[in-house]
């Protein structure tokens, strides 16, 4: 199976902060990385779509100042939230599309609670 | 824009009982998704098809394109089954953006 990873699992920090999450596919190549937010309960929320070497594109009404998007290889996305605030905490979660298919393969996901 | 519902919202069931959980959804679509997410929050891509039917293990999906609809089914349920399971589509090969359902919570009780 295709396997991505995301590091840290769960973060905590305080507001004002910058946090980065590291998105990882293990065993294939990812030309283009997706990262979802989900609120509790609730269904998952596309924020953005990365491709290898290019600017993602940002879904309507996430700040793309606030969460910063680098997919620098075919292997990594990065998410950075800056200067966290508490409404920012929340699961965030990546997954890395393998093929022209349109599978995606998620990751285990990152909780950030920002204090 | 597609409108994604899944049915129903909960169930809980005893070990061993057969499973279903309907998805249904509003524009035609490329591909259908399940996904299985667990209470510690990750994902496992369970099926993706596109037409008729698929079987892993003790889970099967199908799929009807005509009426928009698609079900997973679960055989011998068992506790470890127990998690949110969610339905999502992507209505374009090539714009691969998924329109996901609200999931429906499985539990299982021994």
């Known amino acids: 199976g295709a396997v991505v990873s995301q590091h840290p699992s769960r973060v905590i920090c305080k507001s004002g902060t910058s946090v980065k999450i590291e998105c990882r596919s293990l065993?294939?190549?990812?030309?283009?990385m997706f990262w979802y937010r989900q609120f509790p309960k609730k269904s998952l929320m596309l924020m953005a779509t990365?491709?290898?070497?290019?600017?993602?594109?940002?879904e309507q009404g996430v700040e793309k100042d606030k969460f910063l998007i680098n997919h620098a290889s075919l292997t990594l996305s990065t998410l950075t939230v800056t200067s966290a605030h508490p409404e920012d905490s929340s699961f965030y979660i990546c997954s890395g599309r393998k093929d022209q298919y349109n599978e995606q393969f998620f990751g285990p996901g990152t909780r950030l609670t920002v204090l | 824009k597609n409108e994604v519902e899944q049915s129903p919202q909960n169930l809980t069931a005893q070990e061993g009982e057969f499973i279903t959980i309907n998805c249904s959804y509003s524009?035609?679509?490329?591909?259908l998704h399940w996904l299985q997410q667990h209470p510690g929050g990750g994902i496992v891509s369970l099926f993706m098809?596109?037409?008729g039917k698929k079987k892993h293990g003790r889970l099967i999906a199908t799929i009807n394109i005509q009426e928009k609809h698609s079900s997973l089914h679960i055989t011998a349920s068992h506790p470890r089954d127990s998690a949110v399971y969610i339905c999502?589509?992507?209505?374009?090969?090539?714009?691969?953006?998924?329109?996901f359902g609200t999931g429906t919570r499985l539990t299982i009780i021994p």
């Open positions: 990365s491709n290898e070497g290019s600017k993602a594109t940002y």
């Open positions: 098809l596109s037409s």
């Open positions: 524009v035609g679509i490329s591909a």
């Open positions: 999502a589509v992507g209505e374009d090969f090539g714009n691969e953006k998924l329109t």
């Open positions: 065993d294939f190549q990812a030309t283009t």
